[in-house]
């Protein structure tokens, strides 16, 4: 296998397409100092999987694609390609030929690919692994490598000797086998993990599942038992309903009868009745007269006795009241205590949001700092570009002006010949002078002008650009700001999102019910409903509870969702089914319409699909929204329909006239709020997003007006530069022709000065030629040291990017802890005013109790000391009621003789009445028992819906003709017994078991098998560690003796030997370096000096190339640091690798001798590479080349 050939385009400063074939031996790549022969070693690195900005000599990793000169345009993609013979099979393709192919955008984007065929990194990374070729292997060696190798610590040459071992590709298989067993173990521990909680949950679901499958049982049987037992019942209540109503009918037919005679019975009674009427009413006004004196008797006599009782009621609601004092000032301090408690952790809290807004200070402060030092660091490298630019345009303009002197020495050397062959004409000569000097006077005036101009034109450009970049700046400040906001605005819509999603503020019903998304079931009400903004109070406060109840498709589907609630136990909820949901369509009275304040028919005003249209009529249709209190008042009066009035800050005038209003204590975003702010804060983020891409389009075209201006000035500059050049020209051609007219008439004398001047003009430009090339090289160091300048600023500008975003997300991350202080603070000032407010109430209610208690106090003294009623009243009163008994008594004998006649006549009809009242009652009972067996009737046919869900229609299909009711009664208490005794069932369990077993069996063989794979793979990584161990043993031993070989032969005698700093265990030891030269005692690597060192390194590389050949190797001036007598064994001992292609990059002639291929690299343009190959059959001699 070797290198066929490289191919380049676009990378670094190849901008052109580049072809360099690798022939069999040596080749050198030759080239003065910034041409850019190192660039190809670069390439190939970078063909090769180099990922380091650094190790390819980059800031950044575009710095690879040509950034273009002053007349060439940048390129937008570098590409290398990398051509490989592969005849003998050694990389594991089936190809003869492998061309590796890398490229790169200025976007960003990369392509890596294998005979036109696209891979990964990885892939060419593995197809070179144990071949020595690589990033890491020994196939690229430049001087840094050398210094690697002598300078590193021991335990860091291991990476040769792996390469040249052949563990490379173990080593990277092991490596993925222990990522591989990483993951392993963490996937065993979270499986086990996942088992034992499987495990503590899956004896209790069993458990449960089996109950539940009991009751399942239990439920179905005790349905067929309850419902026929039910049957029989109804059967034997239309039984007996049937009989009563026959018995009822006869009893109607006898009492008939019976009233016929009652009528002729009671004209008798009526006649005597009226002869008693007169004595009757006698004795009444008599009677009546004795009771009223009577009743002002007692009245008097017992006012003493009603004291008494009040006296008594006031000492109880006195001792009643000292308890109610007592009771309150008890809560009263615990009350106190409690608020106390709660201050404390206010407090608490706000030393905590203290500590945050001092860490998020810090934080900005840092952020700040980070931030200034990387715009300085920015402002720096764009300094530093412009002195390059500014360095460069100098430089091409000594060049031009190289090129104009060496031209103005021509004029002047062809103005000295023209003299002398002139000298015989000079007439001619002056009327020649004259010509000229007119010409020149109008030159010089017309470069005057262009001098003025193309000054105003730079200063113009300097004010635009500062003007664009103050823009900049101003947008780049108002792009913070609205980044801030949309951050603090996302934030606050993913927290409203949540409470929504989570349906937060619903009851646990709501909740519970529409997380299962059931069928049938549309959402909330508070869902469906579209609240204009400025509306969210009224609406729900006139919504109320009813905000969540569940609208639904029909009745079935209600049903269902009861169901579910019942047997998860979840609570209760409200349910509107649209199929069968009414309303009542209320039309609205004009006189309203026109009332100052009125904003409409609540239902109006609040929308939703036409869909639910009806859940809108049916809550808010009877609902007014109106201003304020005073104009929702004035229409509640107007109005004689029953409408409830809501004001927009949610009072209430109800239908019946009932006033509700006031303040809450917490008022926090309630239901409907919240989803208008979501609206609201979509609305916002989208704004400020919009605001932010619009302000960043801008300071691109800024920016790209900027760069367009600053390319605008340079070549202002340059004009200017080269209009000034023409004015000192042409000034000095003005003043010359100026002085011959003025001195025609001493033609001798001005020809003699006339060419001393010339001679002293040609010897000034001269030394002016060689000064501008001492300043253009002086530049050139200049320019070289600005671009290393910028390349350790990049890395700093690189370190501080780093810090100021980790620094942003600290800074986010202390506001988002600083925003949960502030909610805790607000939730905890809330409790403490509830606390405030509690007593407040109880030191009211221990006042009010007070005030009472004084009140009574008073009452009871008063009481007390009253004086009794008069006994001459009492004394007056009974004389009058002796005489009203005498009279009384003599009405009543008269009355009683009267009587005896009467009560005759009433005796018949007293029995008469008697059998009535007989029949009747019977009549009665007999319907009450008719109503009773009906009303069980009805009872029991409710209670086949309200226990079984069943019809008695659907009933009929259950009915069991054979059914015995006695030993069904009994099977239903002992089933009921049973249930209740299962007690709280979770009939979800039988599927969450069954799911949860299919899981844990599940879980069960994933440990397994990973448990096996573990062990599959802790046994591949033990292989790795012995092929590996072995390998390495075997190629180090022979590295140390070709090592010693070689140290002999480079340094001519001496000694050199390697070693393992711990030999027991070779797969992690460190490598020393133990050399002695010819002459010199044996020492460490370290003690030797800066060539010794460089011969023992490229010694050591020799003896790992020679232990396992590299089909490749590029050496980047390796030797830089050997004297000649180094360089020519150095040279000499390549030959020894016949079977090697070297690629040596050199400046030495007596490396190039040995060069069977020579490329020389030029920079005839600059900043463009450009390649020539010259091919030597019997050797190179470089002093044949010399001058070429």
């Known amino acids: 296998m070797y290198f066929k050939r490289i191919e380049l385009q676009g990378f670094k400063s190849f901008a052109d397409p580049v072809t360099i074939d690798l022939n069999d031996g040596i080749t050198c790549i030759v080239g003065p100092n910034g041409s850019g022969k190192s660039n190809i070693s670069d390439a190939l ?9 650094k190790s390819l000599r980059g800031g950044k990793m575009d710095d690879i694609i040509f950034a273009g000169t002053a007349t060439r345009k940048p390129k937008g993609m570098a590409e290398v390609s990398l051509v490989i013979d592969n005849s003998l099979g050694i990389l594991p393709l089936e190809y003869n030929e492998v061309q ?43 001087q840094g490598k050398i210094q690697d190798i002598v300078s590193t610590k021991p335990e860091n040459r291991r990476e040769i000797f792996e390469e040249a071992a052949g563990v490379v590709l173990y080593k990277s298989r092991k490596a993925e086998a222990e990522r591989k067993l990483a993951a392993a173990s963490d996937n065993l521990e979270r499986v086990k993990d996942i088992i034992s909680e499987i495990e503590s949950r899956i004896g209790t679901l069993k ?37 009563s109503r026959a018995e009822l009918f006869d009893m109607e037919a006898t009492l008939s009868e019976m009233d016929e005679k009652g009528k002729s019975i009671e004209a008798l009674i009526e006649e005597r009745r009226l002869n008693s009427a007169a004595l009757d009413q006698s004795y009444e006004d008599a009677n009546a007269e004795l009771l009223d004196r009577i009743d002002e008797l007692n009245t008097v006599t017992s006012r003493g006795q009603v004291n008494e009782e009040k006296l008594q009621s006031i000492e109880r609601e006195l001792a009643r009241l000292e308890a109610v004092i007592s009771d309150n000032l008890a809560k ?77 020495v021509s004029t002047l050397n062809d103005r000295r010949d023209q003299l002398n062959e002139e000298y015989s004409g000079k007439d001619e000569t002056d009327a020649e002078n004259a010509r000229k000097l007119k010409s020149l006077e109008s030159q010089f005036a017309e470069v005057e002008d262009k001098q003025s101009h193309a000054a105003s034109k730079i200063n113009e450009i300097v004010v635009q650009i500062r003007e664009l970049e103050e823009t900049s700046n101003q947008r780049n400040r108002q792009i913070a700001e609205l980044s801030n906001k949309y951050n603090r605005t996302l934030a606050r819509k993913n927290t409203i999102e949540e409470m929504e999603s989570n349906y937060e503020g619903y009851n646990n ?15 909330t009400v508070s869902d469906l409903i579209k609240v204009p903004s400025g509306y969210e109070i009224a609406t729900e406060t006139a919504l109320g509870a009813a905000m969540q109840n569940i609208v639904c498709d029909d009745d079935a589907s209600a049903k269902a969702a009861v169901r579910w609630l019942k047997d998860n136990r979840a609570g209760r909820a409200t349910f509107l089914p649209l199929s069968s949901l009414r309303y009542n369509k209320q039309y609205q009275e004009r006189d309203i319409e026109n009332s100052p304040g009125y904003l409409g028919i609540a239902s109006q005003i609040v929308g939703a699909d036409e869909k639910y249209h009806v859940i809108l009529e049916y809550l808010l249709g009877r609902v007014i929204f109106a201003s304020n209190m005073d104009d929702a008042v004035r229409i509640s009066k107007m109005s004689s329909r029953g409408y409830r009035i809501v004001t927009m800050d949610g009072e209430v005038i109800n239908s019946s006239g009932a006033i509700t209003g006031g303040r809450y204590k917490n008022k926090s975003a309630n239901i409907l709020e919240r989803k208008n702010e979501i609206k609201e804060l979509s609305e916002i983020a989208d704004k400020l997003r919009e605001q932010i891409a619009e302000h960043r389009d801008k300071i691109a075209a800024g920016e790209a007006n900027v760069a367009a201006l600053k390319e605008s000035r340079a070549q202002c500059y340059d004009e200017l530069h080269q209009i000034e050049i023409d004015k000192s020209v042409i000034g000095s051609e003005l003043d010359r022709i100026k002085k011959l007219t003025e001195d025609a008439g001493a033609h001798r004398e001005q020809f003699s000065s006339e060419l001393a001047t010339l001679d002293g003009d040609i010897a000034k430009a001269t030394e002016m030629v060689d000064k501008h090339r001492a300043e253009i090289s002086e530049t ?5 040291k600005l671009n290393n300048h910028i390349e350790e600023l990049m890395v700093d500008a690189e370190r501080y990017d780093s810090r100021v975003n980790r620094l942003r997300e600290v800074t986010l991350e202390n506001k988002l802890q600083l925003s949960e202080q502030d909610a805790r603070i607000l939730g905890l000032n809330e409790l403490i005013e509830r606390v405030r407010d509690t007593v407040t109430d109880l030191e009211n209610e221990i006042d009010d109790a007070r005030m009472s208690y004084e009140e009574l106090d008073e009452k009871h003294h008063m009481l007390t000391s009253s004086d009794a009623e008069s006994s001459d009243k009492i004394e007056e009163l009974q004389n009058r009621r002796k005489q009203l008994e005498d009279k009384i008594k003599a009405l009543g004998e008269e009355i009683d003789s009267n009587k005896a006649a009467y009560e005759v006549a009433i005796s018949n009809q007293k029995e008469l009445i008697r059998d009535v009242t007989e029949l009747q009652d019977a009549k009665y009972k007999l319907e009450v028992k008719s109503t009773r067996s009906e009303t069980l009737l009805d009872t029991q046919k409710d209670k086949l819906w309200d226990e079984f869900e069943v019809s008695f229609a659907e009933a009929q299909d259950i009915r069991d003709e054979n059914f015995g ?14 249930m209740a005794e299962l007690g709280d069932v979770n009939i979800s369990s039988i599927e969450e078991y069954k799911a949860v077993s299919r899981r844990y069996e599940f879980m069960t063989a994933q440990e397994n098998d990973i448990s096996t794979a573990m062990k599959e793979l802790k046994s591949i990584i033990s292989n790795m560690e012995r092929k590996i161990r072995d390998k390495f043993k075997e190629n180090f031993d022979k590295v140390v003796i070709n090592f010693e070989e070689i140290f002999s032969e480079l340094f001519g005698g001496g000694h050199a030997e390697l070693r393992l700093e711990d030999e027991s265990d070779p797969l992690a030891s460190g490598i020393e370096i133990i050399a002695q030269p010819p002459g010199k005692r044996l020492k460490n690597i370290n003690l030797m000096s800066g060539g010794e060192k460089t011969l023992t390194a490229i010694a050591l590389m020799f003896a790992v190339i020679k232990a396992k050949p590299t089909p490749f190797c590029i050496l980047d001036e390796v030797e830089a640091a050997l004297d000649e007598a180094n360089i020519e064994r150095f040279s000499n001992y390549l030959k020894h690798f016949e079977e090697v292609q070297f690629a040596l990059i050199t400046h030495h002639k007596a490396t190039m001798e040995h060069a069977d291929v020579l490329y020389g690299v030029t920079m005839p343009e600059q900043g463009i590479s450009r390649v020539l190959s010259l091919k030597f059959e019997d050797g190179f001699d470089p002093n044949e080349y010399a001058d070429e």
């Open 965 to 978: 009711i006695t030993a069904g009664n009994k099977e239903a208490k002992e089933i009921k017994l049973r």
């Open 100 to 142: 590796v192919t890398r490229r790169m955008y200025r976007s960003g984007d990369s392509e890596y690919l294998i005979n036109g065929n696209q891979c990964r990194l990885k892939d060419i990374k593995e197809l070179f692994m144990d071949t020595g070729i690589g990033v890491d292997g020994y196939s690229i060696i430049g």
């Open 45 to 53: 690195r970078w063909v090769l999987g180099e990922q380091s900005p």
């Open 509 to 523: 019903a709501v909740r519970q019910l529409m997380r299962q998304h059931a069928n049938g079931i549309f959402g």
């Open 332 to 408: 009263l301090d615990s009350e106190k205590r409690n608020f106390g408690e709660l201050e404390a952790n206010e407090k608490s809290y706000r030393a905590e949001k203290e500590q945050v807004e001092r860490e998020l200070a810090q934080a900005e402060a840092d952020f700040n700092d980070s931030k200034r030092k990387l715009e300085a660091v920015n402002t720096e490298i764009e300094n530093s570009k412009d002195d390059i630019i500014s360095l460069t345009n100098k430089n091409v303009t000594r060049r031009a002006d190289i090129t104009t002197l060496e031209n103005y």
């Open 780 to 784: 050139d160091t200049r320019i070289e």
């Open 207 to 243: 458990e449960e599942s089996e109950k539940a499958s009991e009751y399942i049982v239990l439920r179905d049987r005790y349905k067929y038992v309850g419902v026929n037992i039910i049957i029989h019942n109804i059967d034997s209540l239309i039984r007996t309903v049937e009989a």
